[in-house]
């Protein structure tokens, strides 16, 4: 859904800067409080110590996910936007900082994303995206039964609604500052119908990605706090009664143990983004993904502008002068990748740091 400069005049670009450069600072102000959490994860580290490589490594799994279109319906392919997903991991806050990270990597290396609709992009596929889930997750948290199940369900739910509300707030910007004369109602019933189908796929990939977290580091997941283990049953008499409680000197018993360290749970998401980056995503579909589809059935891309970067040695997700179709892809991918988790660490943890002062 990224969408290229000319779809949406000047000032309502503008303002919709402004709308995401205010949000940013929002949201730095509560990534801080986000990455330096007290509590001790089960390897003794502070939250913030374990929460900042792993916002990174969100950002970058983004990013290579987001290479990975798939089929939706006949000649229309999608992505996963990732604002869901971000927002469970890490928080909602550090959420809207992934997912503008990754936008600013792909508008500035890959020529995605116009650079003049930047604020478009992040109000869009950042904000809107990661309110409108993390706010639905934590409704469904409060009626259904806390565990590592009702997590992974309320994730799908979330992830599922915050696609077609991404396309609903592009009609609107489109409605404002739309550059071609197009019905709305037709751009608004394509644009909603093919992100539902999107939805399912992101809210797919958003359940199956949380639920693996949580299977192995609980402790990581910050929409998973606060999740503590199943009272004991015993069966007595042929019913099923509470164990007795904890002595009181005891600690609350918190989530469950960690499986694998912070460290090898790191590199193996790291890994994990190269090689669907580098490899997988060069089987992905080719397909336009759902804006392009409904902007060239309903002349909206009339007005389209060239990209600012489109003579980038990486525009278009490829290596210049690399004349191999797989390897540049893949090189792109690589790349992509390392940049993405460089620069997103980088911000993560400088954000982190910032709160030490303030805390002593």
Known sequence: MHVPDGFINAPVSAATGVVAACAIAVSLRGAR???????LAGDGEPGGERTA???GLVAAFIFAVQMLNFPVAAGTSGHLLGGAL??????????????????????ILFADGGLTALGVNITDMAIVTTVVAYGVFRGLLKVLPRGRRSITGAAFVAALLSVPAAAVAFTLLYAIGGTTDVSLGKVATAMIGVHLLIGIGEAVITALTVGAVIAVRPDLVYGARGLTRQRLRLRVDGELVDAPAAPAADPEPVAAAPRTSRRALWITGLVTSLVLAG???????ANPDGLEKVAADHGIDRTVEEHASADSPLADYGVKDVGDARLSGGLAGVIGVGATVVAGSAVFWAVRRRRAPEAS
């Open 33 to 39: 409080r986000e990455l330096a959490g007290t509590a």
């Open 53 to 55: 490589p792993l916002a």
């Open 86 to 107: 971000a927002a469970i991991l890490v928080g909602p806050c550090t959420g809207v900082l992934c997912v503008s990270v990754v936008l600013l990597m792909q508008g």
């Open 279 to 285: 490899f997988v995503s060069f089987y992905a579909s």
